[in-house]
């Protein structure tokens, strides 16, 4: 079974997993994936980003472009034993802070990863977080 930490551990729990009362999201569009916000009491340091999953980084984004409306953000590819597919993405970090580059191996919840933003489709600053098991999201709260 894969393992998840928070990827923001010092943030504060945002808009949930397939919630559909908050636009744009709809019944037929549910939020697919977990956000996390920063605290107003502690900005710096609320906002660092960490790997959810340890793996390898397959996809490293940091020069503040679109990019399907993640911005700037990292896939990790999780090792598995038993031929399942799983990565993790974790997007709309600000430009400049992605600490990891395609190929890193990375340790979840020690490795950094970089500071939360709003790139992309992002409404505000924060950090996204999905999980994928065999090409289907799932929440990632669960594992």
């Known amino acids: 079974m ?4 928070s990827p923001a ?3 504060a729990p945002g ?4 919630s559909t009362t908050e636009s744009p999201y709809s019944a037929s569009r549910p939020h697919g994936g977990q956000d996390h916000q920063w605290r107003y009491a502690d900005p710096s340091g609320s906002k660092r980003t960490f790997a959810s999953v ?3 980084v397959t996809a490293a984004f940091n020069d503040g472009g679109n990019h399907n409306g993640w911005g700037n953000y990292v896939d990790i590819d999780v090792p598995t034993t038993d031929g399942s597919t799983v990565f ?3 997007a709309h970090h600000a430009t400049g802070t992605v600490q990891v580059r395609v190929g890193d191996w990375v340790v979840g919840g020690v490795t950094p990863i970089g500071v939360m933003g709003d790139t992309g489709e992002a409404g505000g ?5 999905e999980l994928w098991i065999n090409g289907r999201r799932v929440d990632p709260i669960y594992y």
């Open 9 to 11: 551990p010092y943030g």
């Open 54 to 56: 340890t793996g390898r």
């Open 2 to 5: 894969t393992r998840t930490t």
């Open 125 to 129: 600053v924060h950090l996204h977080e």
């Open 88 to 90: 993790a993405r974790l």
């Open 15 to 18: 808009l949930v997993f397939g």
